[in-house]
């Protein structure tokens, strides 16, 4: 087994995809998320008002959602990342609640050359799915891959 | 004064702008955000390997920046959300370093009436600027706001 | 709109009051706090002891009652604040529990200018709040806020 | 050995007094107490600020300091705790810096029998002290304790 | 009182116990601990996947009970530790759930004078052991102690 | 690509081996620690002291070089584990410092089926390695994994 594996750009194909393992989402990661931010927004934060939102109840931070799914356990090599270019199109579409349980599926929709021969463009639909299997976040990934051949 | 005050929709016009306190992006902060995230690629926690990347160190997560963007310290009510509804193309564009000091500077550049008379969109356009003036991040955020007179 | 507002000394007169949002305290809060401070005390932190008591289970700890307080988001600019000179008579009148939620209300009860002409001294009255409309907390914060003129 | 033991009502006399360990204040300490209280004032978070302010750095958050003060190791057995009642004159009287070191000295100035016969009032004055020798905060302490004989 | 007290190697013979205080472990104290660790197994994580183990629901780390049982409140003095060698023999005899209430109970089980005459090895039994009287972990601790007499 | 994949007890025999991703031990990864464990051992916590010690300066908790070696990033799926039974012999071979990046090594070394058919024991050796290539910590981890035919 080698342990310089990792996913590079070559490794990819439009519709190639695979799903995180799962984490729940609870009251301690809204309270820490909030602390790392700086983002005391009532909605997440204030369980007095969240009764009278639509909702009900807290929920947890957009961007929470986001960066949880960023982090999931994979059951694949890591990516031969060289930058994280951006965002493109990202919809919060339905609340995370406490205690729900979320994962991500992300799906190869585009892959570009670029000028430098030593790396290429990945474009990865990403969808944040809760345990009911409603996708409540999605979004797309720029992700600038190392290549093997240079 | 009105300790209820909150900027509802009619507060805003397209072209109004403000900029938000500033915060210092701290080793802490980058592992903070791994944890609450799970995002332990090497490009922001292992020294040893950052060396050897074009940015020569440890960089924050592109998502530790858009993070603090949303919690900056702000000088006026705060808005009157009822929804984060999503992101519009986001860009990093350079890298946050350790030691970093960011500000984020936000315009109104979209407002639309929705179907539902007591809601309206309002997107931002969001730039997260450091002690250097140089614009690191930036994209758009789209969030639906009360109205006052619903 | 001007994004370098503060609110100064010349601001502020004897009676001139407000009130923070509100953030429910968590378990988790309670956690964090006793991992920052190293206060590890049952009252907060033994479940099983806490149940022997008067409260009848855990109660948070004071001083992060006091520290919630401080950070809770505020509707109108940041004060331009040169030093918190100091706490006079802070007193715990009631526990706050897990899932109270709180906010303050501060009260300007004193002001004085001092020998040094670009800053005076402005003294609050803070009243820590639960969602019963109990005040938990109540003491006095002394600041010594700049003058805008000098 | 008794596990069971504790300091009681009766254990003290005026003029007891007691330092703790030591402990060094962190930059990680400063952003976890931010993140915990909410406070991200400039003069705590944001280096380009501080550099301007008469200390040329950020400092420590004043309640950081007496949080620190409460949690510090102590070589004595627990007190028998059975409320902190309150403060009494604090005083924040020179900064606590990232990588100073401070311990507590806790004298016992005032001690008062209760009504209720099974607790005891004991007043200690604190004194956070540096790595230097220098008082940077200092106050008194009421505490609730409980007595051996009911 | 003498600030200065520790236990040294001369302190300790074998059959020597005490017993620390207790703590109660949270939902939170898991979430941090996945983060500090990067150890974000479902078994500890992800509420859906632990419902279908035979625990029938998330359990903690066993790192985060061994970790939790170094640093539960003590009633003596500190140990004048030179080193902590290493662990014989750790067994995670049951799960520790969230609202387990810990404490543990450690006896010198072995005493040995090193070729160093200002030090000497102690070997502590460690038993973890929840609110039922459950020992759920166990193990030995290796600690190199000073020596008073050098 | 089947996102199902985890490695069973079939999956491993005597001799295999693989090295995980790396990560730098900070400051704040010592004071997280700390929090989550409540232990504020001079030697991990108070510069001061340290400074007098044979290290010359705070080292990381043995403990959370463990712990953090239990996370590192791994390249291949995950084990399909039971239960982590317990750990044997682990040594705290060398200081692990601030600023120090540290992997982990892990082999078979031993493999065991057991009574029940549905499951079996492996034994790893562990060793957590820093930058120099120097084993600071060694041990041996005991995992009960799934066995794929029941």
Redesign the interface.
Known sequence: ?N????LYFEDFEIG????T????V????I?????????????H?????AKT?PFGR?IA????G???G????R????LA????????????KAPIFI?D?IHMKYTVVEKRETSKKDRGLVIFKRQIIN?KGEVVQE?QALLLLLRKQK
């Open positions: 087994m342990s310089e594996d990792k190639w995809e695979a799903v393992g799962s984490r729940t609870t009251e301690a990661d309270v820490n998320f909030a602390g790392v931010s700086g983002d005391f927004n009532p909605l934060m204030d369980e007095e008002f939102t807290r931070h957009g961007l929470l986001m960066s949880i960023t982090g999931l356990p059951n694949h090599p890591p990342i060289l930058a994280f270019l951006g965002i493109r199109e990202w919809n919060f205690g349980t345990q979004g």
